[in-house]
T-cell receptor, first 115, second 113 residues
Framework: EAGVAQSPRYKIIEKRQSVAFWCNPISGHATLYWYQQILGQGPKLLIQFQNNGVVDDSQLPKDRFSAERLKGVDSTLKIQPAKLEDSAVYLC?????????????FGQGTRLTVV | DQQVKQNSPSLSVQEGRISILNCDYTNSMFDYFLWYKKYPAEGPTFLISISSIKDKNEDGRFTVFLNKSAKHLSLHIVPSQPGDSAVYFCAAKKTQGAQKLVFGQGTRLTINP
């Protein structure tokens, strides 16, 4: 079974530029998460999708971040415009979410550096 | 508001000994707890979980203990091996509703030969 795929692996941009990340979850997984992990901290949930609907985006900086999940499968996370403090690893995860007692599977992440 | 806390940023253990990683949570609505392991340049990988209806779950060298009254859980690794050196994250969720998965800050475990 293929895991969660993310691209690109690394991205360096200048502040005020735009960037987009892509995630392909495990086939059949209804729940998709985007996390931001700043160096030395734990992953912070940005947005959670159930199929193609948003169930939590309370910590998403909506003035600059946006995310969508196309047809309940792939997802993209966009930052426009980027700030220096957005430098982090962006992790995508998915889970089957059948009964709640299941784990989330993570991709390798995209390391973003804003200079 | 840090709902899941790992107060030890790092831990160093000798190979063959027991490693104990601790985690505290504040939200009494959490009823499912997970431990993840993370190597550099990789995403976190699931290690072991426990439901709030249990107080212990064991999987090979890994055992998770849950103390609901203290809102505390711990991960025991015995015996510790060099390959266990990684960052360990505790995570918690409610199995009803949005099922938001909340992570702690992580503990870097180093196993010394």
């Amino acid at each position: 079974e293929a895991g969660v795929a993310q691209s690109p692996r690394y991205k360096i941009i200048e502040k005020r530029q735009s960037v987009a990340f892509w995630c392909n979850p495990i086939s059949g997984h209804a729940t998709l998460y985007w996390y931001q992990q700043i160096l030395g901290q734990g992953p912070k949930l940005l947005i959670q999708f159930q199929n193609n609907g948003v169930v939590d985006d309370s910590q998403l900086p909506k003035d600059r971040f946006s995310a969508e999940r196309l047809k309940g499968v792939d997802s993209t996370l966009k930052i426009q415009p980027a700030k220096l403090e957005d430098s982090a690893v962006y992790l995508c995860a998915s889970s089957a979410a059948q009964k709640g007692r299941d784990e989330a599977f993570f991709g390798q992440g995209t390391r973003l550096t804003v200079v | 508001d840090q709902q899941v806390k790992q107060n030890s940023p790092s831990l160093s253990v000798q190979e063959g000994r027991i490693s104990i990683l601790n985690c505290d949570y504040t939200n009494s609505m959490f009823d499912y707890f997970l431990w993840y392991k993370k190597y550099p340049a990789e995403g976190p990988t699931f290690l072991i979980s426990i439901s709030s209806i249990k107080d212990k779950n064991e999987d090979g060298r890994f055992t998770v203990f849950l103390n609901k009254s203290a809102k505390h859980l711990s991960l025991h690794i015995v015996p510790s091996q060099p390959g266990d050196s990684a960052v360990y994250f505790c995570a918690a969720k409610k199995t009803q509703g949005a099922q938001k998965l909340v992570f702690g800050q992580g503990t870097r475990l180093t196993i010394n030969p």
